[in-house]
Protein backbone atom coordinates (compact mmCIF):
# COMPACT_ATOMS: atom_id res chain seq x y z
CA UNK A 1 0.00 0.00 0.00
CA UNK A 2 1.04 3.56 -0.98
CA UNK A 3 2.34 5.24 2.65
CA UNK A 4 2.02 8.95 3.11
CA UNK A 5 3.08 9.69 6.55
CA UNK A 6 2.92 13.30 8.21
CA UNK A 7 4.63 13.24 11.58
CA UNK A 8 2.78 15.36 13.28
CA UNK A 9 -1.09 15.10 13.55
CA UNK A 10 -1.98 18.05 15.86
CA UNK A 11 0.17 20.72 16.82
CA UNK A 12 -0.06 24.30 18.99
CA UNK A 13 2.47 27.09 18.03
CA UNK A 14 2.65 30.49 19.37
CA UNK A 15 2.82 33.47 16.70
CA UNK A 16 5.91 33.76 15.47
CA UNK A 17 7.56 30.40 16.57
CA UNK A 18 9.11 28.56 13.29
CA UNK A 19 7.34 25.32 12.27
CA UNK A 20 8.35 22.83 10.58
CA UNK A 21 5.84 19.96 9.13
CA UNK A 22 6.86 16.52 7.90
CA UNK A 23 6.30 14.20 5.52
CA UNK A 24 7.70 11.23 4.40
CA UNK A 25 6.41 8.60 1.33
CA UNK A 26 7.46 5.34 0.59
CA UNK A 27 6.40 4.56 -3.10
CA UNK A 28 9.43 6.39 -4.71
CA UNK A 29 6.97 9.09 -6.23
CA UNK A 30 8.72 11.66 -8.11
CA UNK A 31 6.30 14.46 -6.99
CA UNK A 32 5.14 15.79 -3.66
CA UNK A 33 2.82 18.63 -2.67
CA UNK A 34 1.66 20.46 0.04
CA UNK A 35 -2.23 21.81 0.66
CA UNK A 36 -3.74 23.62 3.07
CA UNK A 37 -7.48 22.69 3.87
CA UNK A 38 -9.85 25.63 4.99
CA UNK A 39 -13.55 25.39 5.56
CA UNK A 40 -15.23 26.68 2.64
CA UNK A 41 -12.14 27.70 0.39
CA UNK A 42 -11.15 23.56 -0.29
CA UNK A 43 -7.80 22.57 -0.88
CA UNK A 44 -5.13 25.25 -1.55
CA UNK A 45 -1.57 24.32 -3.24
CA UNK A 46 1.19 25.92 -1.69
CA UNK A 47 4.45 24.52 -2.62
CA UNK A 48 5.15 21.50 -4.78
CA UNK A 49 8.41 19.57 -5.85
CA UNK A 50 8.90 17.71 -9.65
CA UNK A 51 12.45 16.52 -7.99
CA UNK A 52 14.79 16.34 -5.24
CA UNK A 53 16.02 19.69 -4.54
CA UNK A 54 13.60 21.75 -6.85
CA UNK A 55 10.61 23.07 -5.62
CA UNK A 56 7.52 25.30 -7.43
CA UNK A 57 5.00 27.71 -5.90
CA UNK A 58 1.38 26.71 -5.74
CA UNK A 59 -0.99 28.98 -5.22
CA UNK A 60 -0.26 30.43 -1.75
CA UNK A 61 2.68 30.22 -1.02
CA UNK A 62 3.22 32.90 1.09
CA UNK A 63 4.11 32.69 4.77
CA UNK A 64 5.94 29.45 3.90
CA UNK A 65 8.99 27.71 2.47
CA UNK A 66 9.81 24.33 1.71
CA UNK A 67 12.69 21.35 1.78
CA UNK A 68 12.70 18.28 -0.45
CA UNK A 69 16.70 17.02 0.44
CA UNK A 70 15.55 13.41 -0.44
CA UNK A 71 13.23 11.94 -2.75
CA UNK A 72 11.24 10.74 0.10
CA UNK A 73 10.88 13.38 2.20
CA UNK A 74 9.10 17.07 1.67
CA UNK A 75 8.98 19.84 4.56
CA UNK A 76 6.51 22.27 4.86
CA UNK A 77 8.15 25.43 6.76
CA UNK A 78 6.85 28.61 8.33
CA UNK A 79 9.55 30.58 9.17
CA UNK A 80 7.26 33.03 11.38
CA UNK A 81 4.14 31.75 12.63
CA UNK A 82 1.02 33.61 12.25
CA UNK A 83 -3.09 33.16 13.29
CA UNK A 84 -4.03 33.00 9.70
CA UNK A 85 -1.85 30.08 9.36
CA UNK A 86 -3.81 27.80 11.69
CA UNK A 87 -5.07 25.15 9.30
CA UNK A 88 -5.15 21.57 8.61
CA UNK A 89 -2.06 20.78 6.09
CA UNK A 90 -2.14 17.71 3.84
CA UNK A 91 1.21 16.54 2.44
CA UNK A 92 0.52 14.31 -0.87
CA UNK A 93 2.62 12.47 -3.32
CA UNK A 94 2.22 11.39 -7.03
CA UNK A 95 3.87 9.66 -9.90
CA UNK A 96 4.93 11.36 -13.10
CA UNK A 97 4.39 7.49 -14.92
CA UNK A 98 1.05 7.07 -13.57
CA UNK A 99 -2.79 8.91 -14.06
CA UNK A 100 -0.97 11.57 -11.91
CA UNK A 101 -3.46 10.36 -9.03
CA UNK A 102 -2.54 12.17 -5.64
CA UNK A 103 -1.89 9.85 -2.36
CA UNK A 104 -2.63 11.82 0.44
CA UNK A 105 -1.22 11.40 3.94
CA UNK A 106 -3.48 11.80 7.15
CA UNK A 107 -3.18 15.62 7.89
CA UNK A 108 -1.29 17.98 9.92
CA UNK A 109 -3.52 20.31 12.20
CA UNK A 110 -1.57 23.35 13.34
CA UNK A 111 -3.34 25.93 15.36
CA UNK A 112 -1.42 29.03 16.02
CA UNK A 113 -2.14 30.79 19.16
CA UNK B 1 -15.46 33.12 -10.87
CA UNK B 2 -13.57 29.89 -9.42
CA UNK B 3 -12.61 27.47 -12.09
CA UNK B 4 -13.93 24.55 -9.86
CA UNK B 5 -17.34 24.71 -7.93
CA UNK B 6 -18.95 22.54 -5.94
CA UNK B 7 -21.69 23.17 -3.46
CA UNK B 8 -20.62 22.71 0.04
CA UNK B 9 -24.01 20.64 1.63
CA UNK B 10 -24.28 19.62 3.70
CA UNK B 11 -26.68 16.44 1.98
CA UNK B 12 -28.43 14.28 4.32
CA UNK B 13 -29.85 11.50 2.93
CA UNK B 14 -31.67 8.20 4.10
CA UNK B 15 -29.84 4.64 3.87
CA UNK B 16 -30.64 3.23 -0.04
CA UNK B 17 -31.41 6.43 -1.43
CA UNK B 18 -29.33 7.99 -4.40
CA UNK B 19 -26.97 10.11 -4.58
CA UNK B 20 -25.84 12.56 -7.11
CA UNK B 21 -23.03 14.93 -6.20
CA UNK B 22 -21.94 17.46 -9.11
CA UNK B 23 -19.27 20.20 -9.90
CA UNK B 24 -19.40 22.40 -12.55
CA UNK B 25 -16.21 23.82 -14.16
CA UNK B 26 -14.89 26.76 -16.11
CA UNK B 27 -11.90 25.81 -18.48
CA UNK B 28 -13.05 23.48 -21.50
CA UNK B 29 -9.14 22.59 -21.15
CA UNK B 30 -9.47 20.14 -18.10
CA UNK B 31 -9.39 16.45 -19.62
CA UNK B 32 -8.37 14.45 -16.52
CA UNK B 33 -11.53 14.30 -13.93
CA UNK B 34 -11.38 12.87 -10.45
CA UNK B 35 -13.55 11.89 -7.19
CA UNK B 36 -12.02 11.96 -3.97
CA UNK B 37 -13.50 10.75 -0.51
CA UNK B 38 -12.78 12.39 2.68
CA UNK B 39 -13.31 10.93 5.90
CA UNK B 40 -13.73 13.06 9.19
CA UNK B 41 -10.20 13.91 10.26
CA UNK B 42 -8.53 11.77 7.41
CA UNK B 43 -6.30 12.56 4.50
CA UNK B 44 -8.37 12.98 0.89
CA UNK B 45 -8.27 9.09 -1.19
CA UNK B 46 -9.18 8.62 -4.65
CA UNK B 47 -12.21 7.02 -5.41
CA UNK B 48 -12.85 7.82 -9.32
CA UNK B 49 -10.80 8.28 -12.09
CA UNK B 50 -12.21 9.16 -15.48
CA UNK B 51 -10.59 10.37 -18.99
CA UNK B 52 -12.08 13.22 -20.75
CA UNK B 53 -16.09 12.30 -21.57
CA UNK B 54 -18.01 9.72 -20.55
CA UNK B 55 -18.64 7.44 -17.94
CA UNK B 56 -17.50 5.06 -15.40
CA UNK B 57 -18.82 2.66 -13.15
CA UNK B 58 -17.69 0.84 -10.30
CA UNK B 59 -19.70 -0.80 -7.81
CA UNK B 60 -22.26 1.31 -6.31
CA UNK B 61 -20.66 4.65 -7.77
CA UNK B 62 -20.53 6.20 -11.10
CA UNK B 63 -18.55 9.07 -12.40
CA UNK B 64 -19.83 10.78 -15.81
CA UNK B 65 -18.14 13.56 -17.37
CA UNK B 66 -20.18 16.12 -19.64
CA UNK B 67 -17.33 18.18 -21.82
CA UNK B 68 -20.15 20.44 -23.61
CA UNK B 69 -21.67 21.51 -20.48
CA UNK B 70 -18.52 21.46 -18.14
CA UNK B 71 -20.39 19.38 -15.39
CA UNK B 72 -19.29 16.21 -13.92
CA UNK B 73 -21.31 13.55 -11.37
CA UNK B 74 -20.60 11.18 -8.81
CA UNK B 75 -24.20 8.83 -8.31
CA UNK B 76 -23.85 7.14 -5.54
CA UNK B 77 -26.63 4.13 -5.89
CA UNK B 78 -27.74 2.16 -2.15
CA UNK B 79 -26.10 4.55 -0.41
CA UNK B 80 -25.04 3.49 3.28
CA UNK B 81 -23.89 4.68 6.44
CA UNK B 82 -20.23 4.41 5.85
CA UNK B 83 -20.54 6.64 3.05
CA UNK B 84 -21.00 9.55 4.80
CA UNK B 85 -18.07 11.42 4.20
CA UNK B 86 -16.87 14.54 2.50
CA UNK B 87 -16.68 14.43 -1.51
CA UNK B 88 -14.01 16.37 -3.86
CA UNK B 89 -14.31 17.15 -7.27
CA UNK B 90 -10.29 17.43 -9.07
CA UNK B 91 -9.61 17.99 -12.61
CA UNK B 92 -6.42 18.74 -14.37
CA UNK B 93 -5.07 19.60 -17.96
CA UNK B 94 -2.42 17.25 -17.82
CA UNK B 95 -1.83 13.57 -15.98
CA UNK B 96 0.99 14.84 -14.33
CA UNK B 97 -0.29 18.31 -14.07
CA UNK B 98 -1.26 19.97 -10.31
CA UNK B 99 -4.63 19.49 -9.75
CA UNK B 100 -7.66 21.87 -8.85
CA UNK B 101 -10.26 20.98 -6.71
CA UNK B 102 -13.94 22.15 -5.58
CA UNK B 103 -14.30 22.60 -1.91
CA UNK B 104 -16.06 19.36 -1.08
CA UNK B 105 -19.30 18.31 -0.67
CA UNK B 106 -20.31 17.01 3.39
CA UNK B 107 -22.56 13.93 2.70
CA UNK B 108 -24.24 12.38 5.45
CA UNK B 109 -26.33 8.93 4.70
CA UNK B 110 -28.56 8.33 8.06
CA UNK B 111 -29.59 4.61 8.98
Known amino acids: DVKVTQSSRYLVKRTGEKVFLECVQD?????MFWYRQDPGLGLRLIYF???????EKGDIPEGYSVSREKKERFSLILESASTNQTSMYLC????????????FGEGSRLTVL | QKEVEQDPGPLSVPEGAIVSLNCTYS??????FMWYRQYSRKGPELLMYTYSSGNKEDGRFTAQVDKSSKYISLFIRDSQPSDSATYLC???????????FGTGTRLQVFP
Open chain 2, 90 to 100: AMSYYNTDKLI
Open chain 1, 27 to 31: MDHEN
Open chain 1, 49 to 55: SYDVKMK
Open chain 2, 27 to 32: NSAFQY
Open chain 1, 92 to 103: ASSSTSDTGELF
